[in-house]
């Protein structure tokens, strides 16, 4: 990298943005300057821009009612954008660990097959097995639960036999409420 690569726009564009994203997750900045930070990503509205208004959603204030209201802010800001937030969401889901916003998010910018393929995705990469944190593993199959399809059945067994005991209750109380005889 050169001196003048310091200075070009696009340099000064990536510096921008990284501003922005590191604004809107700074647990210890006025909630005024994070809406700024976060509106500013929104307008932006690439996917860069737009993943990192969903790292929002990763970063827990310690003011419950604000903090709930920005996460509601953004969620709301990218369901208005619709199909066009939906390569963030995806990137979001893969890398984050704990993924029940995005999850809430992802029926109003994805058809239910897209909903569907993307949370077998994501749980084939989190299988059966010992993980520390199995928190994502919960929730996606608690959000495969809700889809109502008759494959999730067939993607939520192998969970029986998990390390973790929650994840194993999760897998009983999804099949449960999927009701499928077969499976069961």
């Not at 494959?151 to 194993?168: N, T």
Request: charged share 35%; hydrophobic share 40%; with cysteine.
């Amino acid at each position: 990298m050169g001196l003048f690569d310091l200075f070009s726009k696009e340099k000064r564009e990536e510096r921008a943005l990284a501003n922005l994203i590191r604004r809107a997750t700074h647990k210890y900045l006025q909630s005024p300057e994070r809406y700024k930070a976060m509106e500013g990503l929104a307008n932006e509205g690439s996917e860069a821009a737009l993943y990192g208004l969903l790292c929002r959603f990763g970063v827990v204030y310690d003011k419950s009612i604000e903090d709930e209201q920005e996460k509601e802010w953004v969620f709301d800001t990218l369901a208005a954008k619709g199909r066009a937030a939906l390569p963030a969401v995806k990137r979001y889901l893969r890398s984050a660990d704990s993924v029940s916003w995005p999850l809430r998010l992802l029926p109003k910018v994805a058809s239910k097959e897209e909903e569907f393929a993307l949370g077998e995705q994501v749980l084939a990469e989190h299988e059966p097995g010992y993980e520390r944190d199995p928190t994502k593993k919960i929730q996606l199959l608690r959000h495969l639960t809700q889809l109502k399809d008759a494959r999730a059945p067939s993607l939520v067994a192998p969970y029986l036999g998990d390390m973790d005991e929650g994840v194993r209750f999760a897998a009983v109380e999804s099949l449960l409420r999927m009701k499928n005889e077969e499976v069961a």
